[in-house]
């Protein structure tokens, strides 16, 4: 099974709407963190936004919020106010704690084309 | 699903040797290879971009030399951190796409724990 599952490949947004990314998440681990990065047509991975396993509450980080449901195993990003720089590609990211080491796992990733 | 398989997982070795990492697609054609190095804030810095059967773009700052890359085939990508050091200690993530379209989604190793002695 995959560890991370990212179901749209590509989404449309108006600015200054919000839009929600969609990712779950497959472990049986207790302790595990999950991520969100950008990447921009420049390649980089730009980190976003982190959710610890145990933490209670949503991780939020300006205008980036993890909608963080561990029972279903979702970790959604959550754009407000969305804007034009924020057409990219969206990653969503687990790590793992394998022993001595931590495992990352990557979804394949959602393309975001914000609209003017 | 799409699969890419990175080897090692994780190597300590002696400062001055040589590593050498590669990045697999098993069930792909991989037209575009990138690699990434993970700094402690969470980001991944790219390192350079491969296209199979051409030299490796490299991003500014990283060292040609030092960090060898090879994409001689569809499915196999190397990275070669040649005579490493410790501040070359860091975790280092492969990924792989079809084509060289931003629209089309890539496929990531699950990354080598390089530890340099």
């Known amino acids: 099974a995959q560890k991370i599952t990212q179901t749209q490949p590509g989404m449309f947004v108006q600015e200054k709407e919000a839009v929600t990314l969609d990712c779950t998440y497959d472990t049986s681990d207790q302790s595990y963190g999950l991520f969100w990065y950008k990447q921009p047509s420049s390649g980089e991975m730009i980190f976003l936004i982190y959710?610890?396993?145990?933490?209670?509450q949503n991780a939020t980080e300006g205008r980036y919020s993890l909608n963080f449901q561990k029972a279903r195993k979702s970790a959604n990003l959550v754009i407000s106010a969305s804007q034009l720089g924020d057409s990219a590609m969206y990653f969503c990211a687990m790590r793992e704690e394998e022993g001595n080491f931590n495992k990352f796992y990557f979804g394949s990733g959602t393309k975001l084309n914000v609209k003017p | 699903g799409a699969v890419v398989s990175q080897h090692p997982s994780w190597v300590i070795c002696k400062s001055g040797t040589s590593v050498k990492i590669e990045c697999r697609s098993l069930d792909f054609q991989a037209t575009t290879m990138f690699w990434y190095r993970q700094f402690p804030k969470q980001s991944l810095m790219l390192m350079a971009t491969?296209?199979?059967?051409?030299?490796?773009?490299?991003e500014q700052g990283v060292e040609k030399d030092k960090f060898l890359i090879n994409h001689a085939s569809l499915t196999l990508s190397t990275l070669t951190v040649t005579s490493a050091h410790p501040e070359d200690s860091s975790f280092y993530i492969c990924?792989?796409?079809?084509?060289?379209?931003?629209?089309?989604?890539?496929?990531f190793g699950d990354g080598t724990r390089l530890s340099i002695l």
């Open positions: 990924s792989a796409r079809t084509g060289s379209s931003d629209n089309q989604p890539q496929h």
């Open positions: 491969s296209n199979e059967g051409s030299k490796a773009t490299y």
């Open positions: 959710q610890g396993s145990y933490d209670e």
